[in-house]
């Protein structure tokens, strides 16, 4: 029978290594039942509360309509999805395709497990948004910043009485300034987005990876 391995992790308190060790752990299942290894689906620091964003399993999805394999093996359902739709859909359309799901927390998943622990993993989502916009609120109570790094902006890293790093502190890069405010100025004299991101002044300059007048539309 041919196994297919999906892994994922989803946040900065992970690492990739997480994603090998789940790899791990899934192969020595897959081998202890008898089985082979037809392919090994990831996703890096993707979460598990949207499915249209994990090229990983969308390629599993895509794999299984094929036939290419016959069973799907992860770590715990959450891993597949976090998603009640999501968890429903995927388990669909691999039930569809005839291909089984397992995982070494659950065992084989079935229709009540897709309806109990779909509704857990809702619920565990829920819970996490709460807290993670509290902490966001509490950080900027502190006068940090809770999200990353903005252009125009470098991240700040003190060692703190305590012997941690510090997070959530920036100060003003004055090559990125100048072009933000350049930006800015454009933009407030009337000039069109285009228009200001083909600016030749613009141009001359050593550019970032990613046009800077793009990141502060998708930051405002």
Sequence with gaps: MRAAIYARYSSDLQSETSIDDQVRLCRERVERDGMSVAEIFT???????????????????????HGDFD??????????SRDQEDIA??????????????????????????????TMNALFLKDLAIKTRRGQRGRVEAGKIPGGKS??????RRILDNGSVSTGEREIDPDEATIVRRIFA???DGMAPRRIRRS?????????????????????
């Design 43 to 65: 996703d890096y620091a993707i979460s598990g509360g949207s499915l249209s964003n994990r090229p990983g399993m969308l390629s599993l999805l895509a794999a299984a309509k």
């Design 186 to 188: 454009e933009y407030a």
């Design 151 to 156: 252009y125009g902006h470098t991240i700040v």
């Design 89 to 118: 859909a995927i388990y669909k359309r691999l039930r569809h395709a005839d291909v089984r799901i397992v995982t070494l927390s659950e065992g084989e998943i079935n229709e009540l497990h897709i309806g109990l622990k779909g």
């Design 200 to 220: 030749p002044q613009r141009r001359r300059r050593r550019q970032p990876a990613q046009r800077p007048v793009e990141r502060i539309h998708h930051q405002r």
């Design 71 to 80: 069973v799907v093996v992860a770590e715990a359902l959450d891993r597949i």
